[in-house]
């Protein structure tokens, strides 16, 4: 194996007294690294999450497409990008994790066309790192090989965690191990659909999902950002008794949708100071699929355009349909009133059906009334 088993433990040792914990998916090959890391104890402090996608089928629907090779960088790349989103999802935004995506082609019980190799991908909040081994064919029994992937494996989770201690890997000529970095464009990914949502802390880094429980947000396009929408998310933290993020929908149910670079604009607007949740879904229903059991801080002006059927194809029951998901997923709202021409309207100027309206509560005007809109700063700027 190139190392004892005194230092396989050191170093499995080392990773679990990181703070880092990972999602490992792996196909084709190395299964034995899972078996190591979880021979020495404390493994539940490093793994999260471990699935061996063996059917093609099964990596299909991991990966969300059809490759013509399984055995590639693109592949593992993939598989390492869906585990770290599922990393993020089970340990929490403010966990350090990573994703690990294994996939090989080795050794079996009848001959094999193209080469030998393997591809392990590291997916991080920075960038994804990739290393493509590619092996002798006949050289080495299928335990050897697969003994050999499973090192790789292992070496990339001791390198995701900064652990050093692993020899380099046995090879003979012409064998080849390639290392390969690339940063990752998260913000261009959630555009394309590959994640749901995207959180961007005030240093800058970023952190993408497929669901996250349990929050408070308020929802807005922020052009531009004002104290009203500072102060309220202080009112609402407080009320709430928790952290309260801002929501940016790069999809809008009532404006354009935003590019990319128009995005980043609005995305500078928090830099230094809080963070902001990306999504591409305008409607409160389909937030409460991503952000179950979670409160969404609006205006009481938002309120009122969540009764108008225009936003359900016209199509009142369609209306009711999507506020039955939000009551089904434990979500509710928290509204703030506002000034609209001379008056100040608050709950219950809207005409919210009696079924629905224990979905909404009031912040009491005395906690919260900042007669300001973006609308009248970008009439003033302009």
């Not at 404006?255 to 607007?269: F, G, N, S, T, W």
Request: charged share 20%.
């Amino acid at each position: 194996m190139g190392l004892s088993l005194n230092q396989l433990q050191r170093v499995i040792t080392a990773i679990h007294a990181t703070p880092q914990k990972v999602v490992i998916d792996f196909a084709g090959a190395g299964v034995q690294a899972l078996a190591w890391l979880h021979s020495v104890g404390g493994s539940s402090r490093t793994i999260l999450e471990a699935t061996d996608c063996y059917a093609a089928t099964s990596l299909v629907e991991a990966i969300g497409f059809e490759p013509e090779q399984f055995a590639s960088p693109d592949v593992a790349r993939a598989m390492a990008i869906r585990a770290y989103s599922r990393a993020v999802h089970l340990a929490g935004p403010a966990v350090p994790v990573a994703g690990i995506g294994c996939t090989a082609t080795i050794a079996t019980d009848r001959p094999k066309r193209g080469s030998h190799r393997a591809c392990v991908a590291v997916c991080e909040a920075h960038g994804l790192t990739t290393y493509t081994l590619t092996l002798v064919k006949g050289r080495r029994s299928r335990s050897e090989e697969e003994e050999l992937v499973s090192l790789l494996l292992l070496k990339a989770v001791a390198n995701a965690g900064k652990v050093d201690g692993l020899p380099e890997l046995e090879l003979v000529e012409p064998e080849t191990l390639v290392e390969d970095y690339e940063p990752v464009d998260w913000l261009a990914r959630l555009l394309a659909g590959e994640v749901a949502w995207l959180a961007i802390a005030p240093d800058g880094r970023m952190k993408p999902g497929y669901t996250w429980p349990k929050i408070a947000f308020l929802s807005g396009a922020f052009n531009p950002l004002h104290q009203g929408h500072r102060q309220l998310v202080q009112v609402a933290s407080d009320i709430l008794e928790r952290e309260v993020y801002f929501e940016l929908p790069l999809v809008n149910a009532d404006k354009a949708p935003l590019d990319v670079e128009e995005a980043r604009c609005r995305i500078e607007q928090f830099a230094g100071w809080a963070t902001v949740i990306l999504t591409r879904v305008p409607l409160f229903n389909q937030k409460a699929e991503i952000f179950p059991q979670s409160v969404f801080v609006l205006g009481i002006d938002t309120v009122q355009r969540l009764w108008e059927p225009r936003f359900y194809y016209h199509d009142p029951v369609e209306m009711y349909v999507a506020f039955k998901m939000v009551q089904e997923a434990g979500c509710r709202f928290l509204v703030a009133g506002r000034l609209q021409g001379e008056n100040f309207l608050t709950l219950q100027d809207v005409n919210i059906p009696a079924g629905y309206r224990h979905l909404f509560k009031q912040i009491p005007p005395h906690k919260f009334r900042v007669d300001i809109s973006s609308t009248a700063i970008r009439r003033e700027q302009a």
